[in-house]
């Protein structure tokens, strides 16, 4: 499990990024994507959509921190980013 601290980015790539809602995150199968305890490894990706909205992003870092894009329910696209809670 991981939780993030999240922004959002609307008007364009040198636009100002403002503070959003905590993302955290848990995926497991056979191994864990997202372990219960850890972070997602460098390059992993991870993309999402339901009737709440729709994302994709990727992890840098070993897991500190993503960059992506993410639409949610009843607004635009959005660039959006995040940096792993302590």
């Known amino acids: 499990m991981a ?6 980015q609307w008007g364009g790539p040198n636009a100002e990024w403002h503070d959003d809602a905590d993302l955290t995150i848990v995926i497991q199968n056979r191994e864990g994507v997202v372990p219960q ?3 997602p ?3 992993t990706q991870i993309s999402w959509a339901s ?4 994302g994709s992003v990727t ?3 070993d897991g500190n921190r993503f960059a992506g894009s993410a639409q949610f329910k009843g607004e635009g696209p959005v660039g959006y980013r995040g940096t792993i809670k302590r």
């Open 3 to 8: 939780t993030y601290k999240t922004q959002i």
């Open 37 to 39: 305890a850890g972070m």
């Open 41 to 43: 490894a460098t390059g």
């Open 51 to 54: 009737i709440q909205g729709n």
């Open 59 to 61: 992890f840098f870092e």
